[in-house]
């Protein structure tokens, strides 16, 4: 079931994020961003948080800061159908680009990009934090007003 994310989903929410990535949002940083106006959802299987998305919706933009899938559901489309659900809204209330940054090593997420038609438009050096270091993440963008 794919509904609105809440703040009282957080609890559950928060191990996924841990688990899942290499520095991963504090419950502070989720909690910032439901002050802020972010938007999320959530896809639940078997009432078990399974994947969700956290975007900023601000004048004609909307800037996807987080997409998560739980381990054990992953390479099930969980990802893709959040990522669909969450343009077609964007497009539904005026919104006209979309932006992403990924890590440049994410080539799962990348291909999932590309496979929505997402064009690579800049990188920031050093932006991820690592457990050695530093990585860049490469910026993409989607134009909403085109029909693909």
């Not at 419950?27 to 956290?54: H, P, Q, Y």
Request: hydrophobic letters at 40%; a neutral charge; charged letters at 25%.
């Amino acid at each position: 079931m794919l509904r609105e994310l809440k703040k009282t989903d957080l609890p559950a929410v928060l191990p996924i994020e841990e688990a899942v990535h290499i520095s991963p949002w504090s419950k502070e940083t989720f909690e910032t961003c439901f002050r802020s106006g972010c938007k999320g959802w959530l896809i639940e299987i078997d009432n078990k948080v399974a994947a969700f998305i956290v975007v900023s919706l601000h004048a004609d933009e909307c800037h996807i800061l987080n997409i998560c899938v739980a381990h054990e559901f992953q390479r099930q489309g969980l990802g893709k159908e959040l990522l669909q659900h969450t343009l077609q809204y964007a497009k539904s209330i005026g919104i006209t680009i979309a932006y992403l940054e990924v890590r440049r090593s994410n080539t799962r997420a990348i291909t999932l990009y590309r496979q929505h038609h997402f064009q690579l438009i800049g990188e920031r050096k050093d932006y991820y934090a690592t457990v050695n270091g530093h990585e860049d993440a490469l910026i993409f963008a989607k134009n909403l007003q085109q029909s693909a």
